[in-house]
């Protein structure tokens, strides 16, 4: 999954979004540092990373050694998080929610954690707007779902973002290169 989610388009829909966090950042799966060349220094603080796997964390090193900010890490899901409500300026959240097995409740973490002001930048693969589209990725869910370490290839991002009580700023929404299936973009920001 780490080198799917760091190919040419994705990096591309990244630096999108990446380079608008500033202040103190929390990032919602974190993983292997792939946001984190993204990042502008100059507006960043720290970056306090979120994700419970401890091996593509290990995966990080090199790109957290590059980094010209502080970088924290919590491991657990991004479902519950020991943070203090409001104590952070920008959340990122980029290919996770996917995976997240509540992303609804994540959703809510984000929120709950934001200071007022400050924005949950997001971009993510999800629900098609084409049936046809929407039809094939109902089918190759629970196979895709199993090979692709719980990754959800339709998720209504946006219907998500409003279940979670947050308002959505922004919004761009497009096919970026990759099979149909996978491949339908969303990203902006939500408060």
């Not at 591309?12 to 990042?39: C, D, F, M, T």
């Not at 973490?109 to 098609?128: K, V």
């Not at 009580?165 to 761009?172: F, M, P, R, S, V």
């Amino acid at each position: 999954m780490d080198k799917a989610c760091g190919i040419g388009p994705i990096e591309l829909q990244r630096a999108k979004i990446v380079p608008l966090a500033k202040g103190e950042v929390l990032e919602i799966g974190i993983g292997s540092g792939l946001n984190l060349p993204h990042y502008n220094p100059q507006a960043v603080t720290t970056v306090i990373g979120v994700d419970p796997d401890d091996h593509i964390w290990a995966r990080s090193k090199a790109r957290r050694g590059k980094a010209a900010f502080p970088i924290e890490r919590i491991g657990l899901s991004g479902e519950n998080i020991p943070m203090e409500s409001q104590s952070v300026d920008t959340v990122v959240v980029t290919y996770s929610l996917c995976t997240i097995p509540d992303p609804v409740s994540a959703l809510r973490e984000m929120r709950r954690i934001l200071r007022p002001g400050g924005d949950i930048l997001f971009c993510e693969h999800g629900r098609a707007p084409d049936k046809t589209v929407i039809k094939w990725q109902n089918r190759i869910d629970p196979i895709w779902s199993k090979l692709a370490g719980g990754c959800h290839s339709g998720r209504d991002i946006p219907h998500l973002i409003a279940l979670a009580g947050l308002e959505i700023a922004e919004l761009h929404q497009q096919y970026i290169p990759g099979p149909k299936v996978l491949s339908y973009n969303y990203w902006g920001r939500a408060h």
